[in-house]
């Protein structure tokens, strides 16, 4: 099956900036639309931001809207979160997502943690 790895994720003060980069192995991604997504504790995994194949549509929470910014770089891959002005309540185990006929895979996550 296909693997996604996350990365750039750690523990940053309120305000700064993370860039998290998820890279696809196993096949080729690029025709499908992929989505991050986010788990704090004690909640439900929760959608933070999807995007297309193409990558000329994109879709955010109402939490991240003009903070966050979805990209994807097909040649490389690659899936990009770019996160500006971060609040505490962004602290979340952040994962990539693929579904590929009607099977969902994830990457192992990667914590953003945001202190205050």
């Known amino acids: 099956q296909v693997q996604l790895v996350e990365s750039g994720g750690g523990s940053v003060q309120a305000g700064e900036s993370l860039t998290l980069s998820c890279i696809s192995s196993g096949r080729d991604f690029s025709r499908y639309s992929m989505g991050w997504f986010r788990q704090a504790l004690g909640t439900e995994r929760e959608l933070v931001a999807a995007?297309?194949?193409?990558?000329?549509?994109?879709h955010y929470a109402d939490s991240v809207k003009g903070r966050f910014t979805i990209s994807r770089d097909n040649d490389r891959a690659t899936l990009y979160l770019q996160m500006n002005a971060l609040k505490p309540e962004d602290t979340a185990v952040y994962y990539c997502?693929?579904?590929?006929?009607?099977?969902?895979?994830w990457g192992q996550g990667t914590q953003v943690t945001v202190s205050s």
């Open positions: 997502q693929v579904i590929i006929l009607l099977q969902t895979y």
């Open positions: 995007i297309n194949w193409i990558g000329d549509t994109t």
